[in-house]
């Protein structure tokens, strides 16, 4: 995917470009994952959306009549600027650039928002609402 | 799939017990590569059979038509029992007790032994069939 | 050092039992960081107090003169727990267990406290101090 | 390190550059594995020399009359660059560039052949030697 800027490519400045390849083969996974649903298997898909509204669209189309609980995990920009560094192994400026950038048009279940939530707290949220 | 016993359970001496949850779950997931494989993708799975035969009819009827090249990885028991101990963080046993029994029954259109072959070549080996 | 009970050992329960094997290697261990900061090194110890006093009073000893900036950092015991679940690889009970215990008897020369600080300005207030 | 060039470089063809920066780390290292190995703890060093005779002697003035075993583990150009390449980590180049390179100058107790022998016999090679 990275040999070929069909493929996917990371910018420098966080920026991350994607060619047909690459939207060729996310299809098929989005495909497969959906498959694995219906055949019973409950599944947790953490993406990333630097689409907007077209990218949901790409997963609610292949997903159907499934039961889905959209979740929305923010952060604020700030916040996750200063956590990606701390992290130490991250393209910096990735996260300011994504921080608003990837709920933009994106419609939601139930958002939690870990600028000042514990992560355990969020996640029992999440659990309280997939029941 | 480790907290109850009918998902899947490593046992000292290398053997895995697995149960009925691990069963259905392995179903989704089998439905889902191959989705995505009927989809455009080229997957490669690398998978142990444990259990012979139906092991590997339970991939044959999932893949249905799709062009599969099949591809047994052998290598010597006590070479592999050698490689599980130098790589220090397996469960010893594992190795001898699998590098016979996983290719009982098992169909391949080709086969590569790594016991005394370069990982490289037998890549190579493989890549020049798969074509 | 997992192989004796003279070495290390790590109770399910989260507690942490050490035999004289696991003393005199540490001993060695603390001569070796000791005599690497001597030679002009700037070295960042990450250590976990078990013993109290006794615990700095070894690192005391060894670093002799040298300029050392002790910090604590420290985490509100249940936020340290729910973190522990979290990050889904602990020994589930640690935190808890060490959250207080860690620093009884220790002094230093800087706290910070993560519970409701990011790492980066932690890190900003250390970095100030070590000028 | 790695943000000057005082430090280490590793160049896209494999090569390593160390600066005056890399040497002071390096002796103040050399010094505290020495002085581990002077409080009674056995040490393992895994060392790529990349300077020959220059330095073996680095290493050998700091362990001043510390017993050690001076192991050399080979590997056949060809067979480590292909090694490289399947591990698929690795800058493609460096192997080829070192297994002759790193062992020209250095005087050994013993030395294996990663080539055609496993892994374990040489350790066990060394093992018997290290008694």
């Given at each position: 995917?990275?040999?070929?800027?069909?493929?996917?490519?990371?910018a420098?400045?966080?920026?991350?470009?994607?060619?047909?390849?690459?939207?060729?083969?996310?299809?098929?996974?989005i495909?497969?994952?959906?498959?694995?649903?219906?055949?019973?298997?409950?599944?947790?898909?953490?993406e990333?959306?630097?689409?907007?509204?077209?990218?949901?669209?790409?997963?609610?189309?292949?997903?159907?009549?499934?039961?889905?609980?959209?979740?929305?995990?923010?952060?604020?920009?700030?916040?996750?600027?200063?956590?990606?560094?701390?992290?130490?192994?991250?393209?910096?400026?990735?996260?300011?650039?994504?921080a608003?950038?990837?709920?933009?048009?994106?419609?939601y279940?139930?958002?939690?928002?870990?600028?000042?939530?514990?992560?355990?707290?969020?996640?029992?949220?999440?659990a309280?609402?997939?029941?």
């Amino acid at each position: 995917m990275r040999a070929s800027n069909a493929g996917i490519e990371f910018a420098p400045d966080g920026q991350v470009i994607v060619g047909p390849e690459f939207r060729a083969l996310e299809a098929a996974w989005i495909e497969g994952v959906a498959a694995m649903a219906r055949a019973g298997a409950r599944v947790i898909v953490d993406e990333v959306f630097l689409g907007g509204t077209e990218s949901q669209k790409r997963w609610l189309k292949a997903l159907g009549d499934l039961r889905v609980l959209w979740v929305g995990v923010r952060c604020d920009s700030a916040i996750a600027a200063g956590r990606e560094v701390a992290r130490g192994d991250r393209v910096i400026g990735m996260a300011a650039d994504q921080a608003e950038a990837v709920h933009r048009g994106i419609v939601y279940d139930l958002e939690v928002d870990t600028t000042r939530t514990e992560s355990l707290e969020c996640a029992r949220a999440i659990a309280a609402q997939a029941g």
